[in-house]
């Protein structure tokens, strides 16, 4: 038995969908305007849209800062939003005026990027450096934003031979409404080809 979730007032279908396509990683982009104002700010609408070239996307829903910022110069910072900064990634989520730095507003520190000039915040275990890849793309009241990654850099207690440990980078979640989430129970399983997985299978 389910229960038909009606469209609220507007016909929209959204917050019933952010409550179930979940849990949803958090892009925290750091950005500089043309007047050299940082802005930083979380965006839950966050994935890889291309592994070559290596290209990440996320979506300002609505014409915020961030947006603006990467309209002006071309670069972004998307840094990991660790959960032991739980409270100042929420509180980088406010609309604060664009001549307010949320580095400040929240008192987190600065880091220069490698590659691009909007800095990366030194307190997240990571930082992915992008460049714009192409116009913003609008659909809908959202603005579709890629960027081709120029630079990644983690924390060295954050790797292991292969690359970035999720349990030592402790990623937080979007849920739906007021709710986010960690990382729970962590399981491995090898991906099994189908030839191996059947033998008898006629592939040439």
């Known amino acids: 038995m389910r229960t038909d979730i009606p469209a609220d007032r507007h016909g929209s279908f959204a917050r019933a969908v952010k409550a179930l396509v979940l849990p949803r990683p958090i892009a925290w982009v750091s950005t500089l305007s043309a007047a050299g ?3 930083l700010a979380p965006h839950s609408f966050f ?17 915020k800062d961030s947006l603006r910022n990467v309209r002006e110069t071309g670069e972004f910072v998307v840094n990991l939003a660790p959960a032991h900064l739980f409270e100042q990634v929420n509180a980088t989520g406010p609309d604060y005026p ?21 800095p990366r915040v030194a307190e997240s275990p990571a930082a992915v450096e992008c460049r714009l890849h192409r116009a913003p793309l609008r659909i809908g009241d ?4 890629f960027g081709e990654v120029t630079h990644v850099a983690v924390a060295e ?32 399983i090898r ?11 006629d592939l040439p």
Do not use: C, H, K
């Open 98 to 118: 664009a001549e307010v730095s949320e580095f400040d507003a929240v008192g987190l520190t600065r880091e220069p990027s490698r590659t691009v000039a909007a």
């Open 191 to 201: 991906r099994v080809p189908y030839r191996e997985a059947d033998p008898e299978a």
């Open 37 to 39: 104002v940082d802005n």
């Open 157 to 188: 207690e954050a790797m292991d031979g292969r690359g970035p440990l999720a349990t030592a980078l402790r990623p937080l979640a979007r849920l739906g409404y007021d709710e986010w989430a960690e990382l729970g129970p962590v399981r491995s």
């Open 47 to 63: 994935t890889v849209a291309s592994t070559s070239p290596t290209i990440v996307q996320f979506v300002s829903t609505g014409e």
């Open 142 to 145: 959202g603005f579709l934003v």
